[in-house]
């Protein structure tokens, strides 16, 4: 029996592709209006242009190096595309996962990309979910680092102290030293989740996780720091942005707009003027949010017209 040919589907995918490019428009369009414009002016013409430069440049090294994570997928999974292509899907992927969240930065923009380069979804799968873990193992053991050692010093009216703080880092250490352990001495090195096979990744390849996804959160934090011109401890600092990163993701916020300024107003006013600490706050967001988001909506065009233009007739 001969099949019969379906000539709807180019056209469905044109229309899936259209209505793609359509929502990511209409998601910057959104955003863009929520952003009060005036405040980042005013409050980037108020730091000193040096401190600004210096801020720039911390930012544009930590998304350099997250769009490096993808890379050890590229390894882990022995796929063949070019370096500079999968650098161009990772940072186009983070830029929107910043501002917009996981399922239409982190999901939705690899699968659009990577499918387009020729990868098979069980490919991307497993590329997406080592990235996602690179990025919270490092978050896991830098936290449990910091919370146990350099306990937050939390406002003087509250009626807790950092006793818990230090509890919990004790607990996140543990789990980060646990993967390691498993994929260095785990007999067992797949397993099957909902149709996929995980496999475990070889030691050196975990410490690499870990290696980079720390200097990352690291880098991100001395952006902070630098925009506070040293007011406030840098280990302080790193504390209140890894909680603010936590809040951000519970709360489910676009950018988590708002979170990320609550949590460091909540937790740090009492060491530093809160004009000062949002000032500093609204210009990291501008360098480390919506510039790379600028940059990465024409990366995105020009990638989807390149893709376009070398799409086989229908």
Known sequence: MKLTARPWW?????ALGLAFMLLVVGLLVKYART???????QSVLELPRHVLLQAGLLCAASHLLYSCFDLIGRRYTRHGLPVPQV??????????????GSLVGGVA???????????????????????????????????????????????????????????????????????LLLCGWSRRRSWELRGHELILPQPRMALLQLAVSCANWMIMALAVFTLLQGRIEYTQVLSVLLIAAVAGVITHVPAGLGVLEAVFVALLSHQVPQSQLLGALLAYRALYYILPLLAAALLYLSMEVRARKHAPAA
């Open 35 to 41: 952003v009060e414009w005036s405040e980042v002016k």
């Open 87 to 100: 650098m161009q899907v990772n940072f186009t992927s983070y830029a929107f996962n910043l501002n917009f």
């Open 109 to 179: 923009f690899r699968y659009r990309l990577y499918s387009r380069l020729g990868l098979g979804y069980a490919t991307i799968t497993r590329v997406l979910t080592l990235s996602m873990l690179t990025n919270w193992l490092g978050y896991l053991l830098l936290a449990g680092i910091v919370f146990t050692l350099a306990p937050l010093q939390l406002p003087p009216d509250w009626k807790m102290d950092s006793h818990g703080l230090q509890l919990l880092g004790i607990a996140l250490i543990a789990a980060a030293l646990a993967y």
């Open 10 to 14: 180019p056209w469905a995918k044109r």
